[in-house]
């Protein structure tokens, strides 16, 4: 079984418009993140959050939110979309007590 | 920033050799963990070590901190073709989200 999957897999859109990537854990893990890696390979923090808290990476647009129907998924939504959005997006999770991350496989991102 | 950066960029040894990547950082931490990346794939958790900690080991790995030089690396010995990946450090914020910060990385290729 998955410990954390991204749909989709691949994203091509259209500049200005708006698209969800999902991310669904099924660790029971209490925190859940995401993460940008751009063509480079760096990889940024985005989001973190948990039932209690969210904490936004000031550098992120925000055209960029976060939203969290449940423990278990953390959606993104990305308005706007503009090119320098393209990367790889990766959701994470981690359990309240612990301090290693597991990632989803990622979403690839391409906006023309 | 808090991001590390990662030496060398890319690194290709022959199966059976050791490799050695080192990884910089740039402010106080708790802990600080390696990830592996296959091309195309999420990370994975490799190890951690604490701030109290000046060497670990797991199985083929061994990684060391040196906390006044703000600087850990990271010894795979024996190295087998499967260990073709990128190798990324990581330091969290010491938040209670414990957001990870990544280094940039080494690529490292490994020829049967």
């Known amino acids: 079984d998955t410990a954390v999957s991204q749909t989709p897999k691949y994203l091509v859109t259209q500049m200005g418009n708006d698209k969800s990537i999902k991310c669904e854990q099924n660790l029971g893990h209490d925190t859940m993140y995401w993460y940008k890696q751009d063509s480079k390979k760096f990889l940024k923090i985005m989001f973190s959050?948990?039932?209690?808290?969210?904490?936004i990476n000031e550098t992120v647009p925000n055209r960029f939110s976060p939203k969290s129907p449940d423990k278990a998924h953390l959606n993104l939504h990305i308005n706007s979309l503009e090119l320098g959005d393209s990367a790889v997006y990766f959701c994470?999770?981690?359990?309240?007590?612990?301090?290693?991350?597991?990632f989803g496989p990622g979403t690839r991102l391409t906006v023309l | 920033s808090q991001q590390g950066e990662e030496d060398p960029q890319a690194l290709s040894i022959q199966e059976g050799e050791n490799a050695t990547m080192n990884c910089s950082y740039k402010t106080s931490i708790n802990n600080l963990q390696w990830y592996r990346q296959n091309s195309g794939r999420g990370l994975v958790h490799l190890i951690l070590i604490r701030s109290n900690e000046r060497e670990k080991h797991s199985g083929r790995l061994r990684v060391t901190l040196d906390t006044s030089k703000k600087s850990s690396s990271l010894l795979i010995t024996a190295s087998r073709a499967a260990d073709t990946a990128s190798y990324f450090c990581a330091t969290d914020d010491g938040s209670g989200a414990n957001n990870l910060f990544f280094g940039t990385g080494t690529r490292l290729t490994v020829i049967p």
């Open positions: 959050y948990n039932n209690k808290e969210l904490i």
């Open positions: 994470a999770s981690r359990s309240g007590g612990a301090h290693e991350q597991f």
